[in-house]
């Protein structure tokens, strides 16, 4: 994906959504995602992004939160995670 097409990826997330109401870090396997996490508590929706290209990896929707609470209980482990068998 070129720059442009990932810049204009998060323009449209935010065109539909608006500002995050919090961003976090989180990690994909074991690769971090520096600020990917693009938190809607409000909406009940969480965009987990790849920083890199802004590409969509994964969308969680909940019930309508804080983000207090959604940090607190809903939020997935953030640590790496081994490829143990």
Not at 5 to 26: C, M, V, Y
Not at 60 to 78: D, G, H, I, M, Q
Request: aromatic content about 12%; glycine content about 6%.
């Amino acid at each position: 994906m070129s720059s442009a097409a990932s810049a204009n990826s998060q323009f449209r997330n935010e065109a539909i959504f608006g500002t995050p109401e919090a961003t976090f870090d989180w990690v994909f396997g074991t690769t971090p995602m520096a600020g990917g996490e693009h938190v809607y508590a409000s909406r009940g929706i969480t965009i987990f992004l790849n920083p890199d290209n802004n590409a969509v990896v994964y969308i969680s929707v909940y019930a309508s939160t804080t983000c207090a609470e959604y940090a607190k209980n809903l939020r997935p482990p953030r640590e790496k995670r081994s490829n143990l068998r």
